[in-house]
């Protein structure tokens, strides 16, 4: 019931595509769905986050998709770019006490 | 100056060793964890800390030992290191009261090898 699952595990995009991943998790007492990047030799960021109730949010070329009732959230990257090449995690927040990561999706975004 | 660091960046050693990493902050938070990364497994918490008096195991604990030194500073070691705790390894902190705080700032990450 902790569990995040993450689709798919890697992806490949041309420039200027959408790139779209996938998260669906089980408990519903989660309360905050964070995304974070990570390139090559670093340790993951922040990238965006949502809450519950809330079912969308855009910061740039970047965007989540929430839908509580499927138990389902997604990352959707605009307009692809070299740059956004990089591992990118989903996660579920529990009330501040545990964080549960996906197992991540390589993203590589040709030129 | 990054705000979590982590020392050795990189560590090779071998089978039967007691290996220590360490982790720092600047940022003033209460919660630290210790996260293990293999490819395709995502993060794994080994253990976490939401402060000087509090650790907990996380999903893999077995083989691992932490050591909460100060509010800043947090310590994984291995006691008698194996070749498949080969694995990049992550120090975060979050402030940790719900919500947005529950952010994890990662340091850069301590590649070891055990041969």
């Known amino acids: 019931q902790q569990q995040v699952k993450q689709s798919p595990q890697s992806l490949i995009v041309q420039k200027g595509g959408i790139s779209i991943i996938n998260c669906a998790y089980e408990n519903t007492a989660f309360d905050y769905f964070p995304w974070y990047q990570q390139f090559p030799g670093k340790g993951p960021a922040l990238l965006i986050a949502i809450r519950p109730d809330v079912s969308e949010k855009k910061e740039g070329r970047f965007t989540i998709s929430f839908n509580k009732s499927a138990k389902q959230f997604s990352l959707h990257i605009m307009d692809s770019q070299p740059g956004d090449s990089a591992t990118y995690f989903c996660?579920?927040?529990?009330?501040?006490?545990?964080?549960?990561f996906g197992a991540g999706t390589r993203l590589f975004v040709k030129a | 100056d990054a705000d979590v660091t982590q020392t050795p960046r990189n560590r090779i050693t071998k089978t039967g060793k007691r290996i220590m990493l360490e982790c720092s902050q600047t940022?003033?938070?209460?919660?630290m964890y210790w996260y293990r990364q293999d490819p395709g497994l995502g993060l794994q918490l080994i253990y976490y800390s939401f402060d000087v008096k509090d650790i907990n195991k996380g999903e893999i604990s077995d083989g691992y030992s932490v050591s909460r030194q100060a509010q800043a500073k947090f310590s994984l070691s291995l006691e008698s290191a194996i070749p498949n705790q080969t694995a990049l390894y992550f120090c975060?902190?979050?402030?940790?009261?719900?919500?947005?705080?529950?952010?994890?700032?990662f340091g850069p990450g301590t590649r070891l090898t055990v041969l």
């Open positions: 996660a579920a927040s529990l009330g501040g006490f545990k964080t549960i």
């Open positions: 975060a902190t979050s402030s940790g009261w719900g919500g947005t705080t529950d952010t994890q700032y």
């Open positions: 940022k003033g938070h209460d919660r």
